[in-house]
């Protein structure tokens, strides 16, 4: 990659919105893009209903970011991705010749005449290749759409990172901590507002944790490229020890 690029994940479901089923792409997503020093910029979880998600996708497509679509993909009658991404970028759906291959080779007879319409992609797509059941996801446009099943998104996003050079090892960041023990954050303000100054170049972060019997405590962390990441994390536990805090390293 030439340049950082901006990614997006747009999740597409209405089980996803009603909560009868929680994400899991996003955690699965992060994990493979940490290595790549690559990272999310922007969730967007919309449901199924047409109008909604080509207005939505009409605008995505006007942008160079890499956006990555889970959910919809699939031959049901709730499933409108494919076509509302063809709409949204007024093509008409064709049958890829690869994506009918990969669907007759695993179901036979079977595919016709529902789930060949799975093979159905904006005209020009290239597909995504499943090696879970040879139903394919397809690319268009720098986004990428996928089946809402994990464990068939995981494999088909990998592909497409490595297929599309998707990375940027000049800028691959790690993260480190302490939690600081029976602790509050709001006392430590002035010191992050300080360190921030000091390392412009680093990421800070605090999470606040409320345990079941009362007590407080903070993960303090910072993220970036290694070598900074360790004089920040250095600074961090010098303050912690100054403090007389008690504190560990996660």
Excluded at 25 to 44: M, R
Excluded at 123 to 140: E, L, M, Q, T
């Amino acid at each position: 990659m030439k340049n950082k690029a901006i990614i997006r994940l747009v999740i597409i479901g209405d089980e996803i919105l009603s909560g009868k089923r929680q994400d899991r792409h996003l955690s699965q997503a992060v994990s493979l893009l940490k290595p790549l020093g690559l990272k999310v910029s922007e969730v967007n979880v919309l449901g199924d209903e047409p109008k909604r998600l080509t207005a939505f996708l009409t605008q995505s497509f006007a942008t160079d970011d890499t956006v990555f679509c889970f959910g919809g993909i699939g031959a049901t009658p709730d499933d409108r991705t494919r076509q509302c991404a063809a709409k949204a970028l007024n093509l008409p759906l064709e049958r890829h010749p690869q994506a009918v291959a990969e669907i007759e080779a695993q179901f036979g007879e079977q595919a016709y005449p529902q789930r060949i319409r799975m093979a159905e992609y904006p005209k020009g797509a290239d597909i995504i290749p499943n090696a879970y059941n040879r139903v394919p996801g397809f690319s268009i446009q720098n986004h990428h759409f996928m089946p809402g099943f994990p464990m068939m998104a995981k494999s088909m996003m990998a592909w497409v990172l490595e297929h599309y050079h998707l990375e940027d090892r000049q800028h691959i960041h790690i993260e480190q901590s302490i939690r600081i023990l029976d602790g509050h954050e709001g006392d430590w303000i002035e010191f992050m507002e300080r360190f921030e100054q000091d390392f412009p170049q680093l990421r800070l972060f605090s999470l606040p944790s409320i345990h079941p019997d009362g007590s407080r405590s903070f993960e303090l962390g910072v993220e970036g490229e290694a070598t900074a990441v360790q004089e920040g994390l250095s600074v961090l536990i010098n303050e912690a020890k100054h403090r007389q805090c008690q504190w560990k390293t996660i």
